[in-house]
């Protein structure tokens, strides 16, 4: 987990956004994508609480792709990364 953790927080700084973020995730051999452990490696990495990053499972279906537009997806998650 320590792994994407950093993975995430380095796409983060590139500027990267919640999508591909996932999909690094996705990538890694190591690590095995689920909507809970995308919320565990969220707080790990960026301090977002569990209760308010299940937010953003409403906008992804169960292997974590966008329902609708994916700008809405990146919008939720910015605004949880300005409160964290």
Do not use: H, Y
Request: proline share 6%.
């Amino acid at each position: 987990m320590d792994e994407a953790t950093e993975d995430i927080r380095r796409l983060a700084a590139d500027g990267a956004g919640l999508l591909a973020m996932i999909e690094a995730l996705r990538d890694n051999e190591g690590f095995t994508l689920t909507p809970l452990r995308l919320l565990l490696v969220l707080d790990q990495a960026f301090g977002i609480p569990w209760t308010e990053a299940r937010d953003l499972l409403v906008l992804l279906d169960p292997d974590l792709r966008p329902i609708g537009p994916a700008g809405d997806a990146e919008k939720r998650f910015t605004a949880l990364l300005r409160r964290s």
